[in-house]
């Protein structure tokens, strides 16, 4: 029998219920701790996919263990691919999507396949939904090597890919996930759902565990505060906002370089005229967002009243690459 979750109001009870979808590549390494999860959750999903986007390291055959002792499991194969880009996550998200979209579903999520959470994980998330009706999509910070987001520099406004819980409306509204081959899928989706009206929040009262170092699939060091610089410019970030955040990763180990080759990235290709990648409707309206927020930092810093750090908008969510500036 499913589970639903369920919040009391003044009208009665409203049931939510939800699907996930994690698209997978060669993740034996952490997929089991997510299978663990999932399994442990209090409040079931109505439908969990797995797709193994051409996975060859034992993905698929840890996958099958688990589906093997749950109904609501499916593992998708996909084939074996060459190339190596973000847009491929989007191609195994929608390969998911075709199997749960015909469902009666209230929330729909994409779940990374290397990070772990408490049994009342979705039970909690869904209970947001449940009190507001124009909150789109919503998740929780997650912790690395014990560390996590410093929320005075990164907007509760964002919410990381990591784990994106979506309204089905929501997710319809903004056409699901864009295939953008450099990255930054997750703050796309984030930045259209607010553009057409929807709130956007993450939660800091409940955590995941993220086990693989985030940037560390294909790249390392400082070739990951670089590609973080060009995703930056790719999607839309405002060049006095990335001055001011290169400006402030001066001041974090690697000391200094670590902050120019942040500068270095977003700024060289904008000086040699680069497509964004990002729709323009979305650079658009990063701009006024950035904008707006520089107002307020800068009105801070000349003495002209204090606002309450981690307040939704007021800073910058995470860089295009996830990490905090």
């Given at each position: 029998m499913h589970v639903?979750?369920?919040k009391t109001e003044g009208n009665g009870k409203t049931p939510r219920s939800y699907v996930i979808i994690t698209p997978a590549r060669n993740e034996a390494a952490f997929i089991e701790e997510t299978l663990k999860s999932m399994v442990s959750q209090t409040v079931?999903?109505?439908k969990y996919v797995v797709v193994?986007?051409?996975?060859t390291d034992g993905t698929?055959?840890?996958v099958q263990k688990y589906a093997a002792q749950c109904s609501w499991?499916?593992?998708v194969r996909m084939p074996e691919r060459q190339e190596r880009h973000f847009a491929g996550k989007v191609h195994a998200f929608n390969e998911g999507y075709a199997r749960v979209k015909h469902l009666p579903y209230d929330l729909i999520g994409s779940l990374d396949a290397d990070i772990s959470f408490d049994a009342e994980y979705f039970s909690f998330l869904l209970g947001k939904f449940a009190a507001n009706p124009r909150l789109g999509l919503a998740g929780t910070p997650h912790t690395e090597n014990n560390r996590m987001y410093d929320y005075r520099f990164a907007s509760l406004e964002h919410v990381s890919g990591a784990c994106q819980l979506f309204r089905r409306e929501c997710f319809e509204a903004i056409g699901g996930y864009l295939p953008l081959k450099a990255g930054g899928v997750d703050l796309c989706a984030?930045?259209?759902?607010?553009?057409?009206?929807w709130q956007t929040r993450t939660f800091p009262e409940k955590l995941c565990m993220h086990h693989r170092k985030m940037g560390s699939a294909d790249k390392s060091g400082l070739a990951v505060i670089l590609h973080d610089g060009k995703k930056d410019y790719l999607l839309g970030a405002h060049p006095l906002w990335e001055f001011f955040r290169a400006a402030y990763?001066?001041?974090k180990p690697p000391y200094i370089i670590g902050g120019a080759c942040l500068f270095f990235g977003f700024f060289w290709p904008m000086l040699l005229r680069r497509e964004r990648t990002a729709p323009k409707e979305i650079v658009e309206f990063r701009h006024r967002e950035q904008r707006a927020r520089l107002g307020v930092v800068l009105r801070r810093l000349m003495g002209g009243g204090k606002q309450p750090a981690a307040t939704a908008g007021e800073a910058e969510p995470p860089g295009a690459g996830g990490q905090a500036p």
């Amino acid at each position: 029998m499913h589970v639903t979750a369920e919040k009391t109001e003044g009208n009665g009870k409203t049931p939510r219920s939800y699907v996930i979808i994690t698209p997978a590549r060669n993740e034996a390494a952490f997929i089991e701790e997510t299978l663990k999860s999932m399994v442990s959750q209090t409040v079931p999903p109505l439908k969990y996919v797995v797709v193994s986007d051409g996975s060859t390291d034992g993905t698929d055959e840890i996958v099958q263990k688990y589906a093997a002792q749950c109904s609501w499991l499916e593992l998708v194969r996909m084939p074996e691919r060459q190339e190596r880009h973000f847009a491929g996550k989007v191609h195994a998200f929608n390969e998911g999507y075709a199997r749960v979209k015909h469902l009666p579903y209230d929330l729909i999520g994409s779940l990374d396949a290397d990070i772990s959470f408490d049994a009342e994980y979705f039970s909690f998330l869904l209970g947001k939904f449940a009190a507001n009706p124009r909150l789109g999509l919503a998740g929780t910070p997650h912790t690395e090597n014990n560390r996590m987001y410093d929320y005075r520099f990164a907007s509760l406004e964002h919410v990381s890919g990591a784990c994106q819980l979506f309204r089905r409306e929501c997710f319809e509204a903004i056409g699901g996930y864009l295939p953008l081959k450099a990255g930054g899928v997750d703050l796309c989706a984030v930045l259209s759902a607010r553009l057409r009206g929807w709130q956007t929040r993450t939660f800091p009262e409940k955590l995941c565990m993220h086990h693989r170092k985030m940037g560390s699939a294909d790249k390392s060091g400082l070739a990951v505060i670089l590609h973080d610089g060009k995703k930056d410019y790719l999607l839309g970030a405002h060049p006095l906002w990335e001055f001011f955040r290169a400006a402030y990763r001066m001041r974090k180990p690697p000391y200094i370089i670590g902050g120019a080759c942040l500068f270095f990235g977003f700024f060289w290709p904008m000086l040699l005229r680069r497509e964004r990648t990002a729709p323009k409707e979305i650079v658009e309206f990063r701009h006024r967002e950035q904008r707006a927020r520089l107002g307020v930092v800068l009105r801070r810093l000349m003495g002209g009243g204090k606002q309450p750090a981690a307040t939704a908008g007021e800073a910058e969510p995470p860089g295009a690459g996830g990490q905090a500036p």
